[in-house]
């Protein structure tokens, strides 16, 4: 199984909600990442897991909060975004992070979020 | 500063017809490279990547990339493109930082059209 799963597909949401992304994968791996991205741009790091700790953090707003249950599990709290949030948001795994730069990512589908 | 360039926003190439699209980096040390590949309203899927032994690398749906120290160059190449191959692709490149970490980024992608 080398599939990535991202629910929901599409999120509409007002400024003032609180939303929550999930993303999961039975890969075994224990990198687990979130991405933005922008309509034809390159996907943004926002934060990255590895063994169900949060190892880099880009800078991104405290309106995004990651959330890390187990080993096959990565959420993203949603809370007071801004329209400019709207994006492609893209979960992805890949094997031991920890001083391995080789092993590929499996990205989900992603989740098309409107900011209204 | 490290990065990773795709000096072209869009290829096309007439179906049948061998396609390239090019890719540079600029890392100290070793990187590894890698390629994806991204059709409309989908994740990224990996296409292939290089971390060392033989320049020329062979992934997915007849794919190959060939990698090139002097010219610091990991082109994606097909010998006869197909209309399903149109899609969104980037390059990009992970290396160690220190013991345990990691850096990587993307390029800004190239939009690869195969005209029938």
């Known amino acids: 199984d080398t599939e990535v799963t991202q629910t929901p597909k599409h999120l509409v949401m007002g400024m003032t909600n609180k939303k929550s992304l999930k993303c999961e994968q039975h890969m075994g791996h224990r990198a687990m990442y979130w991405y933005k991205q922008k309509a034809k741009k390159p996907p943004e790091l926002m934060f990255v897991?590895?063994?169900?700790?949060?190892?880099i953090n880009e800078s991104v707003p405290s309106r995004f909060s990651p959330e890390c249950p187990n080993s096959s599990l990565l959420n993203l709290h949603l809370h007071a975004l801004q329209p400019e949030d709207s994006a492609l948001y893209l979960c992805a795994s890949s094997q031991d992070l920890r001083g391995q730069a080789h092993y590929e990512q499996y990205f989900g589908p992603g989740t098309r979020l409107t900011v209204t | 500063a490290q990065s990773v360039a795709q000096p072209e926003d869009q290829v096309n190439v007439a179906e049948g017809n061998p396609l390239t699209v090019k890719c540079t980096y600029s890392?100290?040390?070793?990187?590894?490279l890698f390629w994806y590949v991204q059709y409309p309203n989908r994740g990224l899927q990996f296409l292939l990547k290089?971390?060392?032994?033989?320049?020329l690398v062979k992934g997915s749906y007849g794919f190959e990339a060939e990698f090139n120290k002097s010219q610091t160059s990991f082109h994606l190449k097909k010998p006869s493109a197909l209309v399903s191959d149109s899609a969104l692709y980037f390059c990009?490149?992970?290396?160690?930082?220190?013991?345990?970490?990691?850096?990587?980024?993307f390029g800004t992608g190239t939009s690869l059209t195969v005209i029938p």
């Open positions: 890392v100290s040390g070793n990187p590894y």
């Open positions: 897991y590895s063994y169900e700790k949060l190892s």
């Open positions: 990009a490149v992970r290396y160690r930082v220190g013991h345990t970490g990691n850096q990587f980024y």
């Open positions: 290089y971390i060392t032994g033989d320049n």
